[in-house]
């Protein structure tokens, strides 16, 4: 389902990156093929309709997921964002922002389960009702607070995801965009 | 670069949905192979590093870019959001959320740029400063009012995207998930 990273991309798969509300999901690598009380998957489609390009690397103190914090605060740890060289020009302007949105991928996570139940509530109940990192597109979004800019690295506060995330996407905050 | 949809889908391709911040861009079909003073276009990787599923098709009154706001409001028109059979289930308890994240995919905007020129600033910028649906991954994420669920719909206020929009991800807005 995934394509194959270029041979110039890190190896993701090295790198778990389960992220958001990962405390509230709690599983770990060894446990996603199996069902907790509750819990139904689906078959999911034979292909996908669209494709992500990973456009760098979310470097944050979070080495597992049971390190990482439930929720960003933009009390937090500064945190790393290391875009590709490819990408260097679109970061022009980006220091005139104070506030931004990032998108990240939590490749790790199974895309499968249609209802949940997260091991911190035992309670079952439907993937959209969550947000949990387990659902049809793994896809995460935080608000963060811009520290700095330094030649293609992005230092934020507000992360909550693991060391080695892939980056989707980087842009102003609805509430930070120029007029 | 994308994968071709599925039998079962809906033709994607003949709905244009380029959506948020449109109205800043306001590129058209037409004149997506142009490019303004001061942008500039990069050849994009060969191929992307994971797949998104569309899961479901987005209503709105908008249907053409021009029409479409340019930004969501929870005043505006109730829009219907159309989940894709497969996933019904995972709208189990979605109802006992007010506020939604919905993430969708502007799958009509060129992904090349990484300098943009507004046709409404006319000033050059990086494309990561901007909210532009043109960037390497065009994902968009508007926070809505939930209105009501019904079967597979679920109708909502604060979307500003085009009619047949491909939904990619439905989620309790951070400050509505339960505790």
Tied chains: 1, 2.
């Excluded at 798969?13 to 990962?22: D, E, R, V």
């Excluded at 740890?77 to 005139?96: H, M, N, Y």
């Excluded at 659902?135 to 690295?153: E, G, M, Q, W």
């Amino acid at each position: 389902m995934e394509a194959a990273a270029s041979n110039q991309r890190r190896d993701w798969t090295s790198h778990p990156s389960l992220c958001q509300s990962c405390a509230a999901t709690d599983r770990t690598a060894e446990t996603e093929t199996e069902l907790r009380i509750g819990e139904i998957a689906i078959t999911l489609p034979p292909q996908p309709d669209a494709g992500v390009y990973f456009i760098g690397t979310i470097h944050t103190p979070w080495r597992s997921r049971a390190d990482c914090p439930k929720r960003g605060s933009i009390n937090g740890p500064i945190c790393s964002i290391a875009l590709d060289e490819l990408w260097r020009v679109a970061l022009t302007g980006l220091a005139d922002h104070r506030r931004l949105q990032v998108l990240y991928w939590m490749h790790d996570a199974r895309r499968d389960l249609v209802l949940q139940t997260p091991y911190r509530t035992g309670t079952t109940t439907g993937t959209f009702a969550l947000r949990s990192p387990v659902r049809p597109n793994p896809i995460a979004s935080s608000i963060v607070d811009l520290v700095a800019v330094d030649d293609v690295t992005v230092q934020v506060r507000g992360l909550d995801c693991l060391d080695g995330t892939p980056l989707i996407d980087l842009k102003p905050d609805r509430t930070s965009e120029q007029e």
